[in-house]
């Protein structure tokens, strides 16, 4: 199916505004560490660990993902919706998008970007430090949290784009504070977010082709979700 030019031009606007987000980011990245560490910011929010893990929530899978998920299903079993693709697709695309959002382990893994004011400067790497199952010790790049938090504000703005703000201001959230706790740079944040809507948009990819190969097996009842210019899956 040919890319439409309205698409190709929102696609590219994406990536030019993250790639710009990105580079002012890496310039930020020193002195909001140092701003976070030398205000005592960084260290009473870790101090208030309840307060901490409150603010992150939408960056946790059991407690966000999965929780969420439940409720888009159980909504669309209420609107009369029983079975197939009709029930599952809007939780599918949602609960996809935060699977996918854990590729940020490995990347971590592999980047070895070391947190802020852990004893190594900020843009010297150690690829493969500690262990893959150990990534989430001292590494940061790219932030897991803001990638999971961005991955569940682009696919939920896709299923309910009318809470759209809400969404996308979780997600902001979350990477104000990560940055605050000193947790990460703010181009940790920035690359977990570009993370989050790659998996968001890929999770949607997935879920529409599979309903065109069910209309296909089905002998042509529609079961693809009509999506309009702004993304909303219908």
């Not at 980011?25 to 009473?44: I, K, Q």
């Not at 969420?68 to 996809?96: E, F, H």
């Amino acid at each position: 199916m040919p890319v439409r030019p309205r698409s190709l031009s929102k696609a590219v606007a994406v990536i030019a505004s993250l790639t710009v987000g990105f580079l002012i980011a890496l310039a930020l990245d020193v002195p909001a560490s140092t701003w976070a560490h030398e205000s005592g910011l960084a260290e009473w929010l870790k101090n208030r660990w309840w307060l901490t893990h409150l603010i992150r929530i939408p960056g946790h899978f059991v407690f966000y993902a999965l929780p969420v998920c439940a409720v888009i299903l159980v909504s669309q079993w209420a609107r009369g919706l029983r079975r197939g693709p009709a029930l599952l697709k809007k939780p599918a695309i949602v609960l996809l998008a935060a699977i996918f959002s854990g590729i940020n382990a490995p990347l971590k893994w592999m980047i070895g970007r070391i947190r802020p004011f852990h004893g190594v400067p900020p843009f010297e790497l150690h690829p493969f430090h500690g262990g893959l199952f150990n990534v989430e010790a001292s590494l940061s790049f790219p932030s897991g949290d803001v990638s999971l938090a961005v991955a569940m504000s682009a696919s939920l703005t896709m299923v309910m784009p009318r809470l759209w703000p809400l969404w996308w201001t979780l997600a902001l959230i979350v990477a104000l504070e990560r940055i605050a706790e000193n947790a990460h740079y703010p181009s940790d944040t920035v690359a977990g977010a570009a993370l989050g809507i790659v998996a968001a948009l890929l999770a949607q990819k997935i879920v529409q082709l599979l309903a065109e190969k069910q209309e296909n097996l089905s002998g042509g009842i529609s079961v693809v979700p009509e999506q309009s210019s702004s993304g909303h899956i219908s």
